[in-house]
C-alpha cells in the first residue's frame, strides 16, 4: 500500500519568513495530493491541493509543487503569520480507483515567532 | 452550510466497555471515512462508504470495531470490548466522490479516552 513520508515533524520561523514541508510517497499510481492544516481541538482543513497532471499550484502566499517522478511534493508558505501556525498533513490518494482513500504523512508542527 | 458533525465530542470510557461515535455527513455527499488520529500521529484510514455499494473495511484495526452506515446519511463507528490502545481521536470525512476530485471535509473529532 501506499506509505507518505513528511518532513520536518516541527518547524519554527520567524514571522515573514518562508516555511517549507516535504513529503515523498511510494506509489507512482497516486495522483492527489491535498494538504490539510489542523489547528488545536479542530478537524483537518484542505488548504491546497495538487493533481499529478500539474507541477506547480499557487493561492496566495500557499504553494504546492510536485515532482512525479521523484515521488515528492512540497507545500510553501510566505510571508508567515502567526495564524499559519498549526499542524500541516500531507497526503496521497487514487483518485478514480478504489477508495479513494487518503494516506496521511505524520504531520508537521509549524511554529510561526511573532 | 452546514459542515461534518460529530458526537460526542468526548468520550471517557472504561477498559472492556463498549462506545458508539456518531458522524453525520454534509447533505448530499455520497461518500463517508472514518479515520483515526492517536496522539501525535497522522491519520489513520479506518473504512470507507459509497452509496450503496459494499464499504471498504480494509484499515480496521481489528474485529472489535464496526461501522455502519444508512443509505448516504448518518454513520456510526462501534468499538467493542475497548482498549488503551484504542484512546484516540476519531475524525469522520465525507466527500462528493468523482472521478476527478475527493476534497474531504472532515468532522472535528471525537476524543475518546479508554481508562
Known amino acids: 500500500g501506499e506509505n507518505v513520508e513528511q518532513h520536518p515533524s516541527t518547524l519554527s520561523v520567524q514571522e515573514g519568513d518562508s516555511a517549507v514541508i516535504k513529503c515523498t510517497y511510494s506509489?507512482?499510481?497516486?495522483?492527489?495530493f491535498p494538504w490539510y492544516k489542523q489547528e488545536l481541538g479542530k478537524g483537518p482543513q484542505l488548504i491546497i491541493d495538487i493533481r499529478s497532471n500539474v507541477g506547480e499550484k499557487k493561492d496566495q502566499r500557499i504553494a504546492v509543487t510536485l515532482n512525479k517522478t521523484a515521488k515528492h511534493f512540497s507545500l510553501h508558505i510566505t510571508e508567515t503569520q502567526p495564524e499559519d501556525s498549526a499542524v500541516y498533513f500531507c497526503a496521497a490518494s487514487i483518485v478514480g480507483a478504489g477508495s479513494y482513500q487518503l494516506t496521511f504523512g505524520k504531520g508537521t508542527k509549524l511554529s510561526v515567532i511573532p | 452550510g452546514a459542515g461534518v458533525s460529530q458526537s460526542p465530542s468526548n468520550k471517557v470510557t472504561e477498559k472492556g466497555k463498549d462506545v458508539e461515535l456518531r458522524c453525520d455527513p454534509i447533505?448530499?455527499?455520497?461518500?463517508l471515512y472514518w479515520y483515526r488520529q492517536r496522539l501525535g500521529q497522522g491519520l489513520e484510514f479506518l473504512i470507507y462508504?459509497?452509496?450503496?455499494?459494499?464499504?471498504?473495511k480494509s484499515g480496521l484495526p481489528s474485529d472489535r470495531f464496526s461501522a455502519e452506515r444508512t443509505g448516504e446519511s448518518v454513520s456510526t463507528l462501534t468499538i467493542q470490548r475497548t482498549q488503551q490502545e484504542d484512546s484516540a481521536v476519531y475524525l469522520c470525512?465525507?466527500?462528493?466522490?468523482?472521478?476527478?476530485?475527493?476534497?474531504?471535509?472532515f468532522g472535528p473529532g471525537t476524543r475518546l479516552t479508554v481508562l
Open positions: 447533505s448530499g455527499h455520497t461518500a
Open positions: 462508504f459509497q452509496g450503496n455499494s459494499a464499504p471498504d
Open positions: 470525512a465525507s466527500s462528493l466522490r468523482t472521478t476527478s476530485y475527493n476534497e474531504q471535509f
Open positions: 506509489d507512482s499510481a497516486s495522483n492527489y
